[in-house]
């Protein structure tokens, strides 16, 4: 079994506890954070305990080492596998649909449709399949400028984001928010957010908002906020102090560090003074948990626990989850920085190909069966292009919406009147 650190952070699934060795390594080096690239040291958990992580709270490393799969015998019984059928397919076509999407965004982009910058998430789609697929309609989702994906797995249709990336009114924003700012009230994306760390208040707020609605509105109310955000955001004050604010309230809220190793062009290893991001959830007295971020099992294994930690009301985890991105750090990047070699090594890391060798190996699914998710994704896809394509522009009036709360706000005119009682103004016509 593995080597639980302090208290266990039991891992609840009836699946779990046969599947935790094969699942997750815990300390020690690993190949994934290759030392021929970045170096050992970041996944040494052998350090002293502190005081403050000697708390109530429950604290557990879940190392990203590559861990060899024992190949299961053909006559091992479903309960043995870490997925049933409909969850592998779930699983890959939601990562298809990701990937899918975001190869149309890049012939989309240079081919002037889009504007401004375009961040994608090739390569880290086991991350956002893992933890979204586990949620519920009403729970959160707050993401960062890297959102398409987040959107898409969360249920917002594929047109409307699109929609927004061509800036027209079909968009989940009315075109008003294009690639940084994907929101839906409905499927409970609350936004992207441009800025690094921005989106964590907001997160935080949102998970109090569940449990005021719990203990004090007395509302049947468990829902359960993912906050996701890079390895650059873990220097930012809004960080610290949200993840104090959530373990001295015990939040419904996951911490969800999509530790892509490179913060633009500044590697992780140079910007921060301890590596181990999955370290500060313990010294604010949560469950601080590192996790192999290409490999959709394992993320959903972590998310699992997590998420039901939250739900039953028994507060915060951080997850730190290892993962790599295909493309530079947006499409105006030319991804120079990198070494070539260190890209090469995870393109064969590829978590989409991973998954796809799981549901062979263990007859979860045939090759007509994915392609046939295949095919239908590609439909999905150029629908959603020729939607995007065909609907209108907005108007100009509407960039003077959801500006101020009062429209007075706009200030006063030259002729001494409020701007807004001018009718050229409101129609987007006037001088100003």
């Not at 079994?1 to 039991?10: F, G, R, S, T």
């Not at 927004?164 to 009230?185: A, D, I, P, V, Y």
């Not at 070494?339 to 890391?349: L, M, Q």
């Not at 190909?353 to 994704?377: G, M, P, Q, R, V």
């Amino acid at each position: 079994m593995a080597k639980i650190i302090h208290n266990p952070l039991v891992l609840s699934s009836s699946r779990s506890a046969e599947k935790s060795e094969s699942c997750c390594k815990l300390s020690g080096p690993t190949s994934f954070m290759s030392s021929k690239f970045l170096g050992n040291k970041l996944l040494s958990t052998n350090s002293a305990t502190s005081p403050a992580t000697r708390r109530s709270a429950a604290v557990v490393a879940v190392s990203s080492d590559v861990v060899k799969e024992k190949k299961l015998k053909s006559s091992s019984s479903l309960a043995n596998l870490l997925i049933t059928k409909e969850e592998g397919l779930v699983l890959y076509e939601d990562m298809i649909l990701g990937r899918a999407f975001e190869d149309m965004c890049a012939q989309m982009y240079y081919r002037g449709k889009m504007f401004g910058f375009v961040h994608l998430y090739n390569g880290q789609e086991a991350v956002s399949t893992g933890f979204i697929k586990l949620l519920k309609q009403e729970d959160c989702v707050v993401s960062t400028y890297r959102d398409h994906v987040h959107a898409l797995s969360k249920g917002v249709p594929a047109r409307q984001v699109m929609s927004e990336l061509f800036g027209k009114t079909t968009g989940c924003c009315r075109g008003q928010g294009g690639s940084m700012h994907m929101f839906s009230k409905e499927h409970n994306v609350l936004g992207g957010f441009a800025f690094i760390g921005e989106g964590i208040p907001v997160a935080t707020g949102a998970a109090f908002t569940s449990k005021y609605k719990r203990e004090v509105l007395k509302e049947d109310c468990d829902e359960v906020t993912l906050a996701f955000f890079g390895d650059g955001t873990c220097n930012n004050g809004q960080f610290f102090e949200c993840l104090n604010m959530a373990a001295l309230w015990k939040l419904p809220i996951v911490f969800v560090v999509e530790n892509n190793l490179w913060a633009i062009g500044m590697s992780h290893l140079r910007s921060t003074s301890d590596p181990q991001i999955w370290k500060k959830g313990p010294a604010f007295g949560m469950p601080g948990v590192h996790v192999d971020g290409m490999d959709v099992l394992k993320v959903r294994e972590v998310a699992q626990e997590a998420i039901g930690r939250a739900r039953r009301g028994e507060g915060p985890t951080l997850v730190e989850c290892e993962t790599y991105r295909f493309r530079g750090h947006s499409l105006a990047d030319p991804d120079e920085l990198r070494d070539p070699a260190e890209k090469a090594h995870y393109a064969t890391r590829d978590p989409i190909t991973s998954l796809k060798k799981y549901l062979f190996e263990n007859n979860l699914a045939n090759e007509a069966e994915l392609k046939a998710i295949d095919k239908k994704i590609d439909e999905i896809i150029e629908d959603s292009v020729e939607f995007a394509d065909e609907s209108p522009v907005p108007a100009r009036n509407q960039l003077l919406e959801n500006v101020f709360a009062d429209p007075r706000g706009f200030g006063i005119g030259p002729d001494g009147k409020y701007r807004c009682e001018d009718p050229k103004f409101t129609q987007g016509t006037a001088q100003v």
